[in-house]
Structure formats: structure tokens, C-alpha cells
């Protein structure tokens, strides 16, 4: 019989299934399945690895997927083998007990949260922000007791920590600072995960309560994505075009592009390592020793080359320290030399804290890459378009495995897609139409992909209504960018207008009604702007916006920061951002960004009027 996973459980389950994914390609497979056991001690023959991974893996495709994995704490909650999976599980470093495993209910399972996580992200935290005036109230903060937890509660340091990992996201003139009331502290929350999610943090399962409350879990999860979305940032071809080096091979650079954060990582640890004979596939097991660490510092530390970095000369003597511990303290030593302590204590490195590990290795990266360009060759690569960057938030933010990091490359087997389908209410035969991952490079997994993305397709003539004329699986399997998004486009669309049909009790929302419902609201607010249609060129000075978001909740915008008259582009803009940012204050979930305001994007203007109407609906 199965067992019902609360929501906070099934969160749980997805942060373990992420750690234990140890290349965050959605799956889990038979050597992660054996690097957790090592990692609990438990060393377990290849024979019984397969065995369990037979068991488990209900749909036979030679891994576990999400939903197998959530089957291990409901549907065989009685198995013995998925019980010694769970204890195994369990033992890991940094994965919380997860409720169903104890006799507790859910609402009081004792949670065993990693206190390695806590205290790497207080001091992190605490150093990046020290000088911040606005964050001293709770800096420095205790990394040894949960005063993480409190730091957070009233939205100012999780703000803050979004425009370091992606500048500009929050205008800074939004955040409530001074004497915060229940009211402008919820605002604050608000922000902060409206922003979080615009930056493509997935926050489905996580309220203002719940930060308010400081739910350890929750909280270190939600700080995990915000983090490393700075950490990646500059981890991509078209931002750092020295990754070119990496390149293997025969290998092309569409190949390269479409490599993970995580595997790029790797790929350049281990192009530093190869030159001493090392080689690594995680960022668990095979660093805990610090061997390879020594080595990596080593070979990345300035040579003196460059007048703005003077040498320094790694002491590799701490290399023969017999106690680990004390080995992962002296290299951690040199790291500090280099300026790239952060995340790391020795216990993460003996215990093979992956998250933590890859943390630091990101470090490393963005402050010593030690790579160059490849000269003589002739290619440019594209940034990512203000359009496609959205469209991958917007992905990310509903949860979708694996997460996307380059659009064309991810969706070119269509699961996405199919999961996008899901969420906005149109059924997916998953058990006879989609064909699962792993695809095999030679023997026919390229026509898989292409039966999954003419599946896509079908459903939206089919099943979704969308209009897909000239469109074909081949197209999205071939990356075609126009078409690719024309697809993505109407199910954003068809997601964004689907919540007002919740709220509207089934009445049909498009854009005549929208447009209808912003004029009314404005008129009975008691304002003077209003719009013909989401092209209309008074968009472009977000005044109708700021209107709207003061209708809906009267007295939240300060006009005295709107420039109103004779607007320059930077006025625009700045009027733009403040509008951005208060309609995620107030609670809508808007992923556009001010240049679609200032450019008047019909779509993405869509989107905006389509998430305060919602708001304004809820307010109703």
C-alpha cells in the first residue's frame, strides 16, 4: 500500500536524490549507487549493487529516477532492500532523516540537517556581506548554533544574497529596512522568494512561513540554489571563453556548450590533474584523501607571470600527513593562500560533502581558472538571449529534472518538455510514448529523442491546442532555436494563464480579458493611465505597472521615487526595475525583466499584467 509523502517529505526526498545524483543528470545510477555505500562504509559487491538497482528501478531502464527513488519511502517502505537503501541513505553526510522512516509523524520527524551545510553557508554569509550597512544587525553571524536560521527571518540577508549571485535582480529601493512590522517583513519574504524564483531557484514547496519559521531544510536548501547559481554564473562558454581550452579531442564546441556547470568542473579539475597522472569523477569519494586538491592548487597557483598576481609557491609538505584530517587542514592552509577557502572545514573534505566540495572547486575556477583561450580559432560564441535566459528560469523554478543549464542542449530528448506539459494540466502517456534516459550515444538513441520531441509536438496539436504550424520533432532535436521557442513560449503562456483560470473558476482567460481587468482596476483605483494592448508605448515607462501594483495594494508604491516626465532611458529603466521588483513584493510571481518593460515585449508584457491580475484576484 502506498504511503502518502507530505510536502515537506517529498522535499526532502529531492534534496537526498540530488545528492546522491552525484552529476545532476536526473538519474542515479549503479556506480552512485555504490559511492553512497562506500561513503556510509559499507562496502558492497557489484553483484549486490545491480541486485538493488533492479529492485528498485521499477520501469527496467537500468537507473532510478525521481519517482522510483520517492517509490523507496512509500511503495516499499517494508522491502528490505529499499530499507537498507534508506539506512544507507540516512547515514550520508548532509541528508536529513527522512519522515516515513522514523515512527514520528511527518509534522515531528526529527530532521538530522547537516550542520556542515549550516556552518559553510553562515560564514559565507558573514564574509560576503560584512560590509554591507544594511546587514549588521545580524552579522557576523554564529555558524555554530542556529543563528543562520534567525538571520534570516526577516528577508534583508536572503535579498542581499540574491543580487550577489545575480546582480540587479532586486532593486535595493524595495526592501523594507528600518522598524519592520509582521507586514513588511512578509513583504520582504515575499521578494525574496518571488526573486529566487525568477532567478530559477525552485520554491514550489516553500512559503514566507516557513523562512519566517526557520525550517532548517527548507531554508539550507533554498540557500544551496541561490548560492550556486553565483558560484556557476561564469561557468560557460559564452561568459568565459577560455573554457575553450577543455575541449577534447574531437570534440566540438556545441558538444562542450552543452556540458553541465557540474561537469565542466570536473572536466577542468581533471585537465589540471591529468598533468600530474591524477584523475578524478566526483567531487565525493575520490577528494577525501585531499591528494587531488594538493595537486589542483598546485597546478592552478599564479606563476608570476601576470603583473596584477605575484607567485605563490604551494608547500606540498602537508601532502605526507598521515591523518587525513590534519592532511585536509594544512591543504585547506593553502588554499587561504590563494584566496579560496570558503565552504570547506576539513570534515567536508574527509566526509566528501559533494555539495560543499563542488562549491569550492567553483571557487577555485572563478578565482584561478589558469586556462587560455585557444588562439587561431575561428568561432564566436553567442550569449544567451534575455528571452531564453527567462524561459530556463522559468523551467527551473517548476522543479524539472534534470535542471536545465543549456536550453536547446537540455530539451533535445523533449523530458522537459513532457514534465512542462504536465504542469500546465495535459496528460502524458509516460509508461507507452516516452521513451527514458540513458540514450545510447551509437545504436539508435538519437531516433529515441527524436520519437520523445514528436511526441512533444503531437501533444500540442493534440492535446495542448497550441499552434505549431511548421513545426516537427526534428526541429526541437536539432536545437532550432525559433522554433524551439515558439513551443516553450505557449507553454509558459498556457502555465501563466491557467492560474487565472483557477482563480476565475474556469472562465477562459486570454488577453482581451486581461487587458479588460487592468483598465477596470486602474479606473476603480482611482488612476489616470490605463492600456489598449500589451503593446502600448506607455508601457515603456512602467507608469500603468505602478499604477496597477498601488490599485491592488493601495499605498505600497512610493511615487516619490517614479520619474514621471520627459523620461530618459535611464529613467525608464530605473522606473522599470522598481515596478519589477514591487510586483514581486506584493506577491506576484513575475519572471520578465525591466528591459522587457522599457521595450514594451508584448509576451513578456503578457506575462507581468497576467501575474498581478492573479494577485489581484487573490486580494479580491
Not at 541513505?89 to 538530522?112: P, R, Y
Given at each position: 500500500?502506498?504511503?502518502?509523502?507530505?510536502?515537506?517529505?517529498?522535499?526532502?526526498?529531492?534534496?537526498?536524490?540530488?545528492?546522491?545524483?552525484?552529476?545532476?543528470?536526473?538519474?542515479?545510477?549503479?556506480?552512485?549507487?555504490?559511492?553512497?555505500?562506500?561513503?556510509?562504509?559499507?562496502?558492497?559487491?557489484?553483484?549486490?549493487?545491480?541486485?538493488?538497482?533492479?529492485?528498485?528501478?521499477?520501469?527496467?531502464?537500468?537507473?532510478?529516477?525521481?519517482?522510483?527513488?520517492?517509490?523507496?519511502?512509500?511503495?516499499?517502505?517494508?522491502?528490505?532492500?529499499?530499507?537498507?537503501?534508506?539506512?544507507?541513505?540516512?547515514?550520508?553526510?548532509?541528508?536529513?532523516?527522512?519522515?516515513?522512516?522514523?515512527?514520528?509523524?511527518?509534522?515531528?520527524?526529527?530532521?538530522?540537517?547537516?550542520?556542515?551545510?549550516?556552518?559553510?553557508?553562515?560564514?559565507?554569509?558573514?564574509?560576503?556581506?560584512?560590509?554591507?550597512?544594511?546587514?549588521?544587525?545580524?552579522?557576523?553571524?554564529?555558524?555554530?548554533?542556529?543563528?543562520?536560521?534567525?538571520?534570516?527571518?526577516?528577508?534583508?540577508?536572503?535579498?542581499?544574497?540574491?543580487?550577489?549571485?545575480?546582480?540587479?535582480?532586486?532593486?535595493?529601493?524595495?526592501?523594507?529596512?528600518?522598524?519592520?512590522?509582521?507586514?513588511?517583513?512578509?513583504?520582504?519574504?515575499?521578494?525574496?522568494?518571488?526573486?529566487?524564483?525568477?532567478?530559477?531557484?525552485?520554491?514550489?514547496?516553500i512559503g514566507a512561513q516557513d523562512l519566517k519559521e526557520g525550517k532548517p531544510h527548507l531554508v539550507l536548501g533554498l540557500l544551496w540554489q541561490i548560492i550556486?547559481?553565483?558560484?556557476?554564473?561564469?561557468?560557460?562558454?559564452?561568459?568565459?571563453?577560455?573554457?575553450?581550452?577543455?575541449?577534447?579531442?574531437?570534440?566540438?564546441?556545441?558538444?562542450?556548450?552543452?556540458?553541465?556547470?557540474?561537469?565542466?568542473?570536473?572536466?577542468?579539475?581533471?585537465?589540471?590533474?591529468?598533468?600530474?597522472?591524477?584523475?578524478?569523477?566526483?567531487?565525493?569519494?575520490?577528494?577525501?584523501?585531499?591528494?587531488?586538491?594538493?595537486?589542483?592548487?598546485?597546478?592552478?597557483?599564479?606563476?608570476?607571470?601576470?603583473?596584477?598576481?605575484?607567485?605563490?609557491?604551494?608547500?606540498?609538505?602537508?601532502?605526507?600527513?598521515?591523518?587525513l584530517s590534519q592532511r585536509a587542514d594544512r591543504m585547506l592552509e593553502q588554499a587561504d593562500r590563494l584566496g579560496c577557502r570558503q565552504f570547506l572545514t576539513?570534515?567536508?573534505?574527509?566526509?566528501?560533502?559533494?555539495?560543499?566540495?563542488?562549491?569550492?572547486?567553483?571557487?577555485?575556477?572563478?578565482?584561478?581558472?589558469?586556462?587560455?583561450?585557444?588562439?587561431?580559432?575561428?568561432?564566436?560564441?553567442?550569449?544567451?538571449?534575455?528571452?531564453?535566459?527567462?524561459?530556463?528560469?522559468?523551467?527551473?523554478?517548476?522543479?524539472?529534472?534534470?535542471?536545465?543549464?543549456?536550453?536547446?542542449?537540455?530539451?533535445?530528448?523533449?523530458?522537459?518538455?513532457?514534465?512542462?506539459?504536465?504542469?500546465?494540466?495535459?496528460?502524458?502517456?509516460?509508461?507507452?510514448?516516452?521513451?527514458?534516459?540513458?540514450?545510447?550515444?551509437?545504436?539508435?538513441?538519437?531516433?529515441?529523442?527524436?520519437?520523445?520531441?514528436?511526441?512533444?509536438?503531437?501533444?500540442?496539436?493534440?492535446?495542448?491546442?497550441?499552434?505549431?504550424?511548421?513545426?516537427?520533432?526534428?526541429?526541437?532535436?536539432?536545437?532550432?532555436?525559433?522554433?524551439?521557442?515558439?513551443?516553450?513560449?505557449?507553454?509558459?503562456?498556457?502555465?501563466?494563464?491557467?492560474?487565472?483560470?483557477?482563480?476565475?473558476?474556469?472562465?477562459?482567460?486570454?488577453?482581451?480579458?486581461?487587458?479588460?481587468?487592468?483598465?477596470?482596476?486602474?479606473?476603480?483605483?482611482?488612476?489616470?493611465?490605463?492600456?489598449?494592448?500589451?503593446?502600448?508605448?506607455?508601457?515603456?515607462?512602467?507608469?500603468?505597472?505602478?499604477?496597477?501594483?498601488?490599485?491592488?495594494?493601495?499605498?505600497?508604491?512610493?511615487?516619490?521615487?517614479?520619474?514621471?516626465?520627459?523620461?530618459?532611458?535611464?529613467?525608464?529603466?530605473?522606473?522599470?526595475?522598481?515596478?519589477?521588483?514591487?510586483?514581486?513584493?506584493?506577491?506576484?510571481?513575475?519572471?520578465?525583466?525591466?528591459?522587457?518593460?522599457?521595450?514594451?515585449?508584448?509576451?513578456?508584457?503578457?506575462?507581468?499584467?497576467?501575474?498581478?491580475?492573479?494577485?489581484?484576484?487573490?486580494?479580491?
Open positions: 500500500m502506498t504511503q502518502k509523502i507530505s510536502t515537506e517529505e517529498m522535499e526532502e526526498i529531492r534534496d537526498a536524490f540530488q545528492k546522491v545524483d552525484l552529476d545532476s543528470n536526473g538519474y542515479i545510477c549503479a556506480s552512485e549507487l555504490g559511492e553512497l555505500f562506500r561513503e556510509v562504509g559499507c562496502h558492497m559487491p557489484g553483484y549486490q549493487i545491480r541486485e538493488l538497482l533492479q529492485k528498485l528501478d521499477r520501469d527496467k531502464d537500468s537507473h532510478i529516477n525521481l519517482d522510483e527513488f520517492t517509490a523507496i519511502f512509500a511503495d516499499l517502505k517494508d522491502d528490505h532492500m529499499a530499507q537498507g537503501f534508506r539506512k544507507a541513505l540516512n547515514k550520508k553526510e548532509g541528508i536529513v532523516a527522512i519522515g516515513g522512516t522514523s515512527e514520528i509523524s511527518s509534522e515531528g520527524t526529527q530532521h538530522s540537517i547537516s550542520e556542515q551545510e549550516r556552518f559553510a553557508f553562515a560564514n559565507h554569509i558573514s564574509s560576503s556581506l560584512e560590509k554591507d550597512p544594511d546587514c549588521q544587525h545580524v552579522l557576523p553571524i554564529n555558524p555554530n548554533n542556529e543563528a543562520l536560521f534567525t538571520a534570516l527571518a526577516d528577508g534583508i540577508v536572503l535579498c542581499k544574497l540574491i543580487n550577489l549571485s545575480v546582480p540587479d535582480t532586486i532593486d535595493e529601493r524595495t526592501i523594507n529596512k528600518k522598524k519592520l512590522t509582521a507586514f513588511t517583513t512578509q513583504e520582504n519574504l515575499n521578494l525574496a522568494l518571488n526573486s529566487a524564483s525568477a532567478i530559477g531557484c525552485q520554491v514550489v514547496n550556486k547559481i553565483g558560484l556557476f554564473a561564469n561557468i560557460e562558454l559564452s561568459r568565459n571563453e577560455a573554457i575553450a581550452a577543455l575541449l577534447e579531442e574531437g570534440e566540438s564546441l556545441e558538444e562542450l556548450m552543452k556540458l553541465s556547470p557540474e561537469e565542466l568542473l570536473l572536466r577542468w579539475a581533471n585537465f589540471h590533474l591529468k598533468k600530474v597522472g591524477m584523475s578524478i569523477s566526483n567531487f565525493s569519494g575520490d577528494i577525501k584523501d585531499s591528494k587531488a586538491y594538493f595537486h589542483l592548487l598546485e597546478q592552478i597557483a599564479p606563476d608570476g607571470s601576470k603583473e596584477d598576481a605575484p607567485r605563490v609557491e604551494i608547500d606540498m609538505t602537508g601532502l605526507y600527513e598521515k591523518d576539513p570534515t567536508d573534505v574527509v566526509f566528501g560533502n559533494a555539495k560543499l566540495n563542488m562549491a569550492f572547486v567553483a571557487t577555485l575556477f572563478n578565482k584561478h581558472p589558469a586556462l587560455t583561450k585557444p588562439e587561431n580559432q575561428d568561432w564566436t560564441v553567442e550569449s544567451e538571449t534575455r528571452e531564453e535566459k527567462t524561459f530556463r528560469n522559468w523551467m527551473n523554478s517548476l522543479g524539472v529534472s534534470p535542471h536545465v543549464h543549456h536550453i536547446y542542449g537540455d530539451l533535445q530528448d523533449a523530458m522537459v518538455i513532457l514534465q512542462l506539459y504536465e504542469r500546465i494540466k495535459v496528460p502524458v502517456d509516460w509508461d507507452n510514448r516516452v521513451n527514458r534516459p540513458p540514450f545510447k550515444v551509437i545504436g539508435g538513441g538519437h531516433l529515441k529523442k527524436i520519437e520523445n520531441c514528436n511526441y512533444a509536438v503531437e501533444l500540442g496539436k493534440a492535446k495542448a491546442g497550441f499552434s505549431l504550424v511548421g513545426i516537427g520533432g526534428q526541429d526541437l532535436y536539432d536545437g532550432n532555436a525559433t522554433l524551439t521557442l515558439a513551443l516553450v513560449w505557449q507553454l509558459m503562456r498556457r502555465y501563466t494563464l491557467n492560474v487565472l483560470e483557477d482563480l476565475g473558476h474556469g472562465e477562459v482567460a486570454g488577453d482581451d480579458l486581461i487587458v479588460s481587468w487592468v483598465n477596470k482596476t486602474l479606473s476603480e483605483g482611482g488612476k489616470s493611465s490605463s492600456i489598449k494592448s500589451f503593446k502600448d508605448k506607455s508601457i515603456s515607462t512602467s507608469l500603468p505597472v505602478l499604477d496597477l501594483i498601488d490599485a491592488i495594494q493601495p499605498e505600497s508604491v512610493n511615487f516619490d521615487l517614479v520619474q514621471k516626465e520627459n523620461l530618459s532611458d535611464e529613467d525608464k529603466l530605473n522606473n522599470a526595475k522598481y515596478a519589477i521588483s514591487m510586483a514581486r513584493k506584493i506577491g506576484a510571481k513575475v519572471y520578465a525583466l525591466p528591459d522587457d518593460l522599457v521595450e514594451v515585449n508584448p509576451k513578456m508584457v503578457m506575462t507581468i499584467f497576467a501575474c498581478l491580475m492573479g494577485r489581484g484576484m487573490k486580494r479580491a
